[in-house]
């Protein structure tokens, strides 16, 4: 686990990440940590990357997420990292950090997370429709951000978070885009969103080995930009 400038101030992770030393490190970092998975260092020289891809998932509660997809250039990638944006922001405000990493030979995944950005629409089974606001968000909101659990087989389970949906997503497209690795992972979370991003990396190495083989363990890294403990009652103690 890689830690970035810890935040004194719980409001100033949410200023906007910029293309400035901050976002370079986190790009050095990513580097580092997923070499170090695999044998490797260093930062990848590609040929130019295509613009990001706009897509679409739901959770196992009916949140419709958003979600920009960064393809890296190569045919194969270094590795796949999620971003996680801060409490308040949305995938815009990685978007320099996803435009460096794409550009350093990884291929990224930024979702807009329940309420915030193009994700603030909840649909029931009843038909009942619910508007979410990023400022209205609970203690139980946020951590169903993180939640993969229920039941013995990962693909069925009855809780799928934001983050759980998005990995499904990257599993789905990998069968026919070898630029995604859903079984080398990188997550990097900003603010609040490096607590949801430390919370579901440890659901997924919770997930028990079928006969066929293991169904977690698949985030190599994890990398916190400005990490936030704890807020709205969402705390990052039981990941460390």
């Known amino acids: 686990m890689a830690t970035l400038s810890p935040c004194h101030h719980r409001h100033a992770s949410r200023m906007p990440l910029r293309a400035s030393r901050r976002v370079w490190q986190a790009i050095a970092a990513v580097a580092v940590l997923c070499g170090l998975c695999?044998?490797?260092?260093?930062?990848?020289?590609?040929?130019?990357?295509a613009g990001p891809e706009q897509d679409s998932v739901s959770t196992s509660d009916g949140v419709g997420l958003a979600l920009w997809y960064y393809p890296s250039a190569s045919e194969e990638?270094?590795?796949?990292?999620?971003?996680?944006?801060?409490?308040?922001?949305?995938?815009?405000t990685l978007e320099p950090l996803a435009l460096g990493l794409q550009a350093a030979g990884f291929s990224v995944v930024a979702p807009d997370l329940?309420?915030?950005g193009d994700s603030t629409t909840r649909e029931w089974p009843t038909g009942r429709t619910d508007t979410l606001e990023a400022s209205r968000l609970l203690k139980a909101d946020l951590e169903a951000v993180a939640v993969s659990?229920?039941?013995?087989?990962?693909?069925?389970?009855?809780?799928?978070?934001?983050?759980?949906?998005?990995?499904?997503?990257?599993?789905?497209?990998?069968?026919?885009d070898q630029r995604l690795d859903p079984s080398r992972l990188c997550l990097v979370g900003s603010g609040l969103g490096g607590t949801l991003a430390s919370l579901w990396s440890a659901a997924d190495a919770a997930w028990p080995p079928l006969a066929s083989g293991p169904q977690g363990g698949n985030v190599r890294a994890v990398c916190?930009?400005?990490?936030?403990?704890a807020l709205k009652g969402a705390t990052i103690g039981p990941a460390l």
């Open 77 to 92: 990638a270094v590795a796949t990292v999620i971003l996680v944006h801060d409490l308040e922001g949305s995938h815009a």
């Open 38 to 49: 695999e044998g490797r260092f260093g930062i990848a020289q590609t040929p130019e990357a």
């Open 114 to 116: 329940r309420g915030h």
């Open 224 to 229: 916190l930009i400005s990490p936030v403990f």
């Open 149 to 176: 659990q229920g039941g013995r087989v990962r693909e069925q389970a009855r809780l799928r978070g934001d983050l759980e949906s998005v990995y499904g997503w990257i599993r789905r497209t990998a069968r026919s």
